[in-house]
């Protein structure tokens, strides 16, 4: 039980306790072989973790009186619910503030109106001229691939360019929004990959289309709201590093595409958060749609459901009830 907060030592002290209530700190140290320092630090992390009760008397007596164990356990699980929510909460506002500052920094590579600014950022225009860069990019990858795909339809002659690359042996990881497990076309083109080894996982959203190779360069849309108009090719490592960071933070919480998405509405679902950050942030229903990599309906369709689960009228009540559940 150490993913609940207990050590190792506090671990075999509470099974033992629980199995045998009647055992104090003499008659647990005799049977595990510990001295009563270590048996006493261990009984102060129960304590500590509200598994069981010392009063004073314990230092006269050693007894212990162990709390019941379904109650117990349960706030700690309910704790650890709580702290799994803040550090989604402190990922989300990365995200939002890496995407942000990606953003910017196309936004600015994109007001040049050179074809090769003198940052050494190449900007290309249209969806052909991205996907002969990522093959010419294929071709010379050393170690591995990392992709934010937004679904949909895939740019002919892809399934070629990931195949070259497996023939390579150089491995590719891709992140989809949760919505390609509802697209035929996509969960097939995503089937293909994981079965020749690629990895393949999604998340409820995705910041924007990125492609990074080697770690060394990234190509990122002109346009995060709409990846077809063009990509600039990034060369320089700090901001490669920043793409890289921002990928894996999504990576590390992504699904395998082999697991179902957790989306159950019992308590709002990853989806259903990440819409009401989006809404929250002023997106609207189209931008939040293309952010969830879903369509407009569908998106209506979530913000119905989140009205519904929260006993929400309005928009403006969703977002109260919403702060005051920390979702927001």
Same mark, same amino acid.
């Given at each position: 039980?150490?993913?609940?907060?207990?050590?190792?030592?506090?671990?075999?002290?509470?099974?033992?306790?629980?199995?045998?209530?009647?055992?104090?700190?003499?008659?647990?140290?005799?049977?595990?072989?510990?001295?009563?320092?270590?048996?006493?630090?261990?009984?102060?992390?129960?304590?500590?973790?509200?598994?069981?009760?010392?009063?004073?008397? *314990?230092?006269?007596?050693?007894?212990?009186?162990? =709390?019941?164990?379904?109650?117990?356990?349960?706030?700690? =699980?309910?704790?650890?619910?709580?702290?799994?929510?803040?550090?989604?909460?402190?990922?989300?506002?990365?995200?939002?503030?890496?995407?942000?500052?990606?953003?910017?920094?196309?936004?600015?590579?994109?007001?040049?109106?050179?074809?090769?600014?003198?940052?050494?950022?190449?900007?290309?225009?249209? $969806?052909?001229?991205?996907?002969?860069?990522?093959?010419?990019?294929?071709?010379?990858?050393?170690?591995?691939?990392?992709?934010?795909?937004?679904?949909?339809?895939?740019?002919?002659?892809?399934?070629?360019?990931?195949?070259?690359?497996?023939?390579?042996?150089?491995?590719?990881?891709?992140?989809?929004?949760?919505?390609?497990?509802?697209?035929?076309?996509?969960?097939?083109?995503?089937? !293909?990959?994981?079965?020749?080894?690629?990895?393949?996982?999604?998340?409820?959203?995705?910041?924007? !289309?990125?492609?990074? $190779?080697?770690?060394?360069?990234?190509?990122?849309?002109? *346009?995060?709201?709409?990846?077809?108009?063009?990509?600039?090719?990034?060369?320089?490592?700090?901001?490669?590093?920043?793409?890289?960071?921002?990928?894996?933070?999504?990576?590390?919480?992504?699904?395998? =595409?082999?697991?179902?998405?957790?989306?159950?509405?019992? *308590? $709002?679902?990853?989806?259903?958060?990440?819409?009401?950050?989006?809404?929250?942030?002023?997106?609207?229903?189209?931008?939040?749609?293309?952010?969830?990599? $879903?369509?407009?309906?569908?998106?209506?369709?979530?913000?119905?459901?989140?009205?519904?689960?929260?006993?929400?009228?309005?928009?403006?009540?969703?977002?109260?009830?919403?702060?005051?559940?920390?979702?927001?």
């Amino acid at each position: 039980m150490t993913s609940l907060g207990l050590t190792e030592n506090s671990d075999t002290l509470y099974r033992i306790i629980l199995a045998r209530p009647d055992s104090c700190v003499a008659s647990l140290a005799t049977e595990l072989g510990w001295p009563e320092e270590r048996v006493r630090s261990g009984l102060d992390e129960l304590a500590d973790l509200s598994l069981l009760r010392r009063t004073p008397s *314990d230092q006269e007596t050693n007894s212990l009186q162990v =709390l019941n164990p379904g109650i117990a356990l349960d706030l700690l =699980l309910s704790r650890q619910s709580a702290e799994v929510a803040r550090r989604q909460q402190e990922l989300a506002e990365s995200r939002a503030s890496a995407a942000a500052i990606i953003a910017g920094y196309v936004e600015g590579a994109a007001a040049s109106n050179a074809q090769r600014t003198n940052e050494g950022v190449e900007k290309l225009f249209g $969806v052909e001229a991205v996907q002969r860069k990522i093959a010419e990019l294929a071709d010379r990858a050393e170690r591995e691939t990392l992709s934010f795909a937004l679904g949909g339809a895939q740019p002919a002659g892809s399934r070629a360019v990931a195949q070259r690359l497996l023939d390579r042996r150089i491995p590719a990881r891709t992140v989809y929004p949760d919505s390609i497990r509802n697209d035929a076309d996509g969960m097939r083109h995503a089937e !293909w990959h994981v079965a020749r080894g690629n990895r393949i996982r999604t998340a409820a959203a995705l910041p924007m !289309w990125i492609h990074i $190779v080697d770690s060394a360069v990234a190509l990122v849309p002109l *346009d995060p709201a709409d990846s077809s108009h063009g990509a600039a090719v990034i060369p320089e490592p700090g901001a490669v590093a920043a793409f890289t960071a921002l990928y894996e933070a999504v990576w590390e919480t992504a699904v395998p =595409l082999g697991e179902p998405p957790q989306h159950g509405l019992e *308590d $709002v679902g990853s989806r259903h958060r990440e819409l009401l950050r989006l809404l929250a942030r002023g997106c609207t229903d189209e931008a939040a749609a293309r952010r969830l990599g $879903v369509s407009l309906r569908t998106e209506r369709r979530l913000i119905s459901e989140l009205m519904a689960t929260m006993e929400a009228r309005s928009r403006f009540q969703l977002g109260q009830r919403a702060v005051e559940r920390g979702y927001l």
